[in-house]
């Protein structure tokens, strides 16, 4: 028996059969592909119908993955820093400040100024970690929101409002997480346009509304065993007909699963 050519059957069947199943792996996902395009297409079709406006939406997916915090008693510890400025501590976490003399503050360079001010650690606690939230900020409050690692939280635990009335800032209040873990990375996010569709299937998108922005950034999860997870989130602001202000939706950018409000 010629082994040797028994040998070199075995191996051209191996190799025509890994090529086979290759090809159809390929052909699978081109496939799947053409499914997921077409069945977001007639979802599209369906807004435009409802006479929601979208914005442009990115098809791009990108990755993220779970953050972890632990408590901290950073911003007590600290405060003494601070001058010309009352404090109190709430739940040993929460900073309020309320500025003995208070800032001037013009409404057409509001961001600017608190900008600025902020900066000076004798002002703000580690104020070079916040960056301005737009989106977040309304009316007279101005939310600056924590970036960690290259990370944007978007979250009541890591950020400071700033409160301006009758053109003066009187007062803000600050929380802060001193220290985020990484629990897992190089996940695969949904897309920016993927998200703003599941939120329609949900029924999360009324008739006539207008999605004013989307962006992506940390939100908080759950606690557990004594930390708090964080987990990427689309924010979504719409603004429904009739309204004058924007209502912000939020979804799992990991699970796709709309994100309820809760404390």
Do not use: C
């Not at 081109?30 to 499914?35: H, P, R, W």
């Not at 997921?36 to 599209?44: A, C, F, K, L, R």
Request: hydrophobic fraction near 40%; avoid cysteine; charged fraction near 20%.
């Amino acid at each position: 028996m010629d082994f040797r050519r028994i040998e070199w059957i075995f191996l051209i069947v191996f190799v025509g059969l890994n090529i086979f199943l290759g090809i159809s792996f390929f052909q699978s996902q081109e496939v799947d592909q053409a499914v997921s395009e077409s069945t977001n297409s007639e979802i599209v079709a369906d807004i435009q119908r409802d006479q929601i406006k979208l914005p442009q939406l990115s098809t791009k997916t990108p990755t993220g993955g779970y953050l972890a915090s632990q408590a901290n008693n950073v911003l007590m510890n600290n405060r003494s820093q601070l001058v010309d400025i009352d404090t109190t501590i709430t739940n040993n976490s929460t900073l309020h400040a309320t500025l003995r003399a208070p800032l001037p503050v013009k409404k057409d360079k509001a961001v600017a100024t608190l900008k600025a001010w902020m900066q000076a650690p004798e002002h703000v606690l580690y104020g070079r970690h916040y960056q301005y939230a737009e989106s977040l900020s309304s009316g007279n409050h101005y939310v600056f929101s924590q970036q960690i690692q290259g990370h944007k939280i978007y979250d009541r635990r890591a950020q400071i409002t700033f409160s301006v009335a009758n053109g003066k800032l009187t007062g803000y209040t600050q929380t802060y997480i001193a220290k985020m873990s990484v629990l897992k990375s190089n996940v695969e996010l949904t897309s920016a346009q993927e998200a703003v569709l599941t939120l329609y299937k949900d029924n999360e998108l009324a008739n006539n509304a207008k999605v004013e922005w989307v962006e992506l950034a940390y939100n908080y999860l759950l606690d557990t065993k004594g930390s708090t997870v964080y987990v990427p989130t689309w924010f979504v602001g719409v603004e429904n007909q009739g309204a004058k202000s924007v209502t912000i939706k939020k979804l799992n950018a990991i699970t796709k699963t709309v994100v309820k409000e809760r404390d």
